[in-house]
């Protein structure tokens, strides 16, 4: 079946520091890939999104881009802040159901 | 501002008490979901409801049910409780995409249920 798999956290960075979170899926067919945030005692919400091949999503200065031939859909950040610390989970949809990755914990240390 | 709002943010059982986790979502949204998060395991997905009085099994729908009689509500229900139903409960909705499936997922804050 579908599956998602990110990178272990967590993952500790200095501010400004350059952020590269892993995540491949597998898939039949051509799912839409997502990145979701958790800040600390809220619930999810949606940090990004591609839809097809080669797209690239973007938001608050993070970006991903879906490519089909490594089944990889990386985050991206050039220079992180203390408000970024979260968790972060790559996720994939396909039909009803979302599938997610176990998460990744980020602490930015000031 | 769109809104799903989880009923309760924090609640304590006893092991075999019955518990209703209610969620409200006013986006007029077909569908809704329940997760379960735990560290290292992510969201699992318990039930989901595409329309009114339908509901479809998840990957983990053990000790769960779920009901859906209006539109904007989704109920999940442990009929009794045991200490492994321990976890944060997050609803979602969203309205079907088209061929490439859902869209975005939009979530509430989350319910954490302590069984003891």
């Known amino acids: 079946g579908d599956s998602v798999t990110q990178m272990e956290g967590p993952v500790t960075l200095s501010e400004e520091a350059f952020l590269t979170i892993n995540c491949t899926y597998t898939?039949?067919?051509?799912?839409?890939l997502f990145w979701y945030v958790q800040y600390p005692g809220e619930g999810l919400q949606l940090l990004l999104k591609a839809t097809k091949a080669d797209d690239k999503g973007s938001n608050k200065g993070f970006e991903a881009t879906y490519r089909k031939e490594t089944t990889s859909f990386h985050l991206e950040k050039g220079s992180v802040q203390v408000s970024d610390s979260a968790v972060y989970f790559c996720a994939l949809s396909g039909g009803f159901k979302t599938i997610f990755g176990a998460g990744t914990r980020l602490f930015v240390k000031a | 501002d769109v809104k799903v709002t989880q009923s309760s943010r924090y609640l304590v059982k006893r092991t075999g008490e019955k518990v209703f986790l209610e969620c409200v979502q006013d986006?007029?949204?077909?569908?809704m979901f329940w997760y379960r998060q735990d560290p290292g395991l992510g969201l699992r997905l318990i039930y989901f409801?595409?329309?009114?009085?339908?509901?479809e099994k998840g990957d983990i729908p053990e000790g769960y049910s779920v009901s859906r009689e209006k539109k904007e509500r989704f109920s999940l229900i442990l009929e009794s409780a045991s200490t492994n139903q321990t976890s944060m409960y997050l609803c979602a909705s969203t309205q079907p995409g088209g061929t490439q499936g859902s869209g975005e997922l939009f979530f509430g804050e989350g319910s954490r249920l302590t069984v003891l």
């Open positions: 409801s595409y329309d009114v009085k339908m509901k």
């Open positions: 986006m007029d949204h077909e569908n």
């Open positions: 898939a039949t067919g051509y799912p839409s």
